[in-house]
Nanobody
């Protein structure tokens, strides 16, 4: 069982930055690849970014590539998403998730554990 808790969401103007964090309770945090997904009102949950167990491998949705950076600290059992140059279309609830694979995954159906989500709102 892995319990994931997100923090760092909030309200920001377009062009601004926010940093999301995901803290894990599981002792074998380094056994999981991690991902960030988001869900806007009336839309399906979509892939944002993912990172491998070691942190070496990363993957990004085209919509956030070059603006968002995913990272992790296995010693602290945390994962982060640095979001720069935010746009109103980035407004959503952001969820972190864990999957027991070596490499990052885009398919949300593969993920085993999910956090409750953090609201990010970008005003124009």
């Amino acid at each position: 069982q892995v319990v994931l808790v997100e923090s760092g969401g909030g309200l920001v103007q377009a062009g601004g930055s926010l940093r999301l964090s995901c803290a894990a309770s599981e002792g074998s945090f380094s056994s999981y690849s991690m991902g960030w997904f988001r869900q806007a009102p009336g839309k399906e949950r979509e892939f944002v970014a993912a990172i491998s167990r070691s942190g070496i491998g990363t993957d990004y949705a085209d919509s956030v590539k070059g603006r968002f950076t995913i990272s992790r600290d296995n010693a602290k059992k945390t994962m982060s998403l640095q979001m720069n140059s935010l746009k109103p279309e980035d407004t959503a609830v952001y969820h972190c998730a864990a999957v027991g694979t070596m490499w990052p995954r885009r398919n949300l159906d593969e993920y085993d554990y999910w956090g409750q989500g953090a609201q990010v709102t970008v005003s124009s």
